[in-house]
C-alpha cells in the first residue's frame, strides 16, 4: 500500500454529515466534470440514514455545496435477492431514507439501477444481468476491464464485511467478474449480489461511514492489526489506499491509535 487510507472523526453524527456532505459533493462535481455524470454505487446497513442527513440538508447555494442529483447515476454495491418493497431489500431501505424525501424540483432525480425481480431465485443470472447494466452503462466489455465508479459509498460489518464481501469467503479471490453472486451469505438473506473487490479497488474514490462504540473493535483491527488487514473492508484499505476516506463517529474509534484527518 501507498499512502494510507484517510480516517475523519467527529463528536457525532450530526457533525459527520455535514462533512460527508462536502465529500460526496467534491466527488460529484469530478465525476460531472470528467464524464457529465456521477455514478456512484450505495450499499446498505446504517448508510443510507446518514447519507439523507448529509445530502438533503440545505445548502448554500454554492457549486460546492449543491446536489444535483440530476446528474446521478445510482447503482447498488450489493444487493439482496428479495423483492424491491422487502425490507431487506437495499433498494427500499435507500428509497425510505433518502429517494422518496428528495426535492425533485429543486435538487433534480437520479437515476437508479436496480436488480431484476424475475431473477430472484437466481442470483448467478441476477449478478450476470446487473453486470451487463454496468457493461452497458460503463463501455463495452471488450474495452474497459473495469468499470470506474466515481464513488462508492460502503459500510462496515462488524466482522469487517463490506458489500456482500464476507470474511475468508472465495468470492474474494475473484479477479475476472464484475458482480459476483453468493447463496450462502453468513448474515441473512443467503442470496446476494455485489461487486467484485476488483471493481470495489478501481472506483476513483472509496468512502466508508461507520458509527457507534459497536464499531470500535473491529476498526482497531481492521485499521491497526495484520489480522484485520485480510479482512474485506481491510483489503479495500491495502488495495485502494489514499482513496480511501473513513467517516466515523468519535465512539467508534476510541482508543484507535491510526492517525485521523484534522479536515477534509
Not at 431487506?88 to 435507500?94: E, I
Not at 485502494?240 to 477534509?264: C, H, Q
Amino acid at each position: 500500500m501507498g499512502k494510507p487510507p484517510s480516517l475523519y472523526s467527529f463528536a457525532s453524527t450530526s457533525e459527520l454529515a455535514p462533512a460527508l456532505r462536502t465529500y460526496v459533493i467534491t466527488q460529484q462535481n469530478a465525476g460531472i466534470e470528467r464524464h457529465g455524470t456521477f455514478r456512484v454505487a450505495v450499499s446498505g446497513g446504517s448508510l443510507p440514514k446518514t447519507l439523507a442527513q448529509a445530502l438533503l440538508a440545505k445548502g448554500n447555494g454554492t457549486p460546492a455545496d449543491t446536489v444535483d442529483f440530476s446528474k446521478w447515476e445510482i447503482f447498488f454495491a450489493d444487493e439482496r435477492c428479495v423483492p424491491l418493497t422487502h425490507e431487506d431489500s437495499n433498494y427500499k431501505l435507500l428509497k425510505d431514507e433518502l429517494l422518496d424525501k428528495i426535492p425533485r424540483e429543486e435538487l433534480g432525480e437520479p437515476k437508479i439501477y436496480n436488480i431484476d425481480e424475475k431473477l430472484l431465485d437466481d442470483p448467478q443470472e441476477m449478478a450476470d444481468q446487473y453486470e451487463k447494466i454496468l457493461v452497458s452503462t460503463f463501455a463495452a466489455r471488450d474495452s474497459v476491464k473495469l468499470p470506474t465508479f466515481d464513488l462508492l459509498l460502503l459500510g462496515c460489518g462488524p466482522d469487517g464485511h463490506t458489500c456482500s464481501l464476507f470474511p475468508n469467503h472465495p468470492l474474494l479471490r475473484e479477479q475476472d467478474a464484475w458482480v459476483v453472486s453468493i447463496s450462502d451469505s453468513p448474515k441473512p438473506p443467503p442470496k446476494r449480489i455485489s461487486l467484485s473487490l476488483p471493481v470495489v479497488l478501481h472506483a476513483a474514490k472509496i468512502a466508508f461511514v461507520a458509527t457507534g462504540a459497536g464499531k470500535k473493535d473491529i476498526l482497531k483491527s481492521i485499521l491497526e492489526t495484520e489480522e484485520g488487514r485480510g479482512l474485506p473492508c481491510g483489503l479495500v484499505n491495502e488495495g485502494a489506499g489514499e482513496k480511501v476516506a473513513w467517516f466515523t463517529d468519535n465512539a467508534a474509534v476510541e482508543g484507535i491509535s491510526f492517525p485521523r484527518r484534522g479536515s477534509l
